[in-house]
């Protein structure tokens, strides 16, 4: 199995940036396509940004192309979520995600961390 931990998460202002760290735990993390997602209350959980287990892939929803960049370091278990040009729509709860493909839709994902809050203010 694979336990997910999710971290960065905060208050920021609108323009500002974020960078969001999601720990894996397990030997096999680097096998393993990521993914980052987000939800808001009354709301479906929404892609943001998935990448192979390589991380020579990356797939992003257009809400957040050309500002948020996921990568990811196999040697620390973590993936991450760089967040630049933060808007108040891009506030929601973060989750991590761990499956055998680069997906932008949850049901892909076999694993998931416990989320963290973004909150962005305008």
């Known amino acids: 199995q694979v336990q997910l931990v999710e971290s960065g998460g905060g208050l920021v202002q609108a323009g500002g940036s974020l960078r969001l760290s999601c720990a894996a735990s397990?030997?096999?993390?680097?096998?393993?396509?990521m993914g980052w997602f987000r939800q808001v209350p009354g709301k479906e959980r929404e892609f943001v940004a998935a990448?192979?287990?390589?991380?020579?892939?990356?797939y992003y929803a257009d809400s957040v192309k050309g500002r948020f960049t996921i990568s990811r370091d196999n040697a620390k278990n973590t993936v991450y979520l760089q967040m630049n040009s933060l808007k108040s729509e891009d506030t929601a709860v973060y989750y991590c995600?761990?499956?055998?493909?680069?997906?932008?839709?949850?049901?892909?994902?076999?694993?998931w961390g416990q989320g963290t809050q973004v909150t962005v203010s305008s």
């Open positions: 995600a761990a499956g055998s493909r680069p997906r932008a839709t949850p049901i892909e994902y076999d694993y």
């Open positions: 397990g030997r096999t993390f680097s096998t393993y396509a």
């Open positions: 990448i192979s287990w390589g991380g020579s892939i990356t």
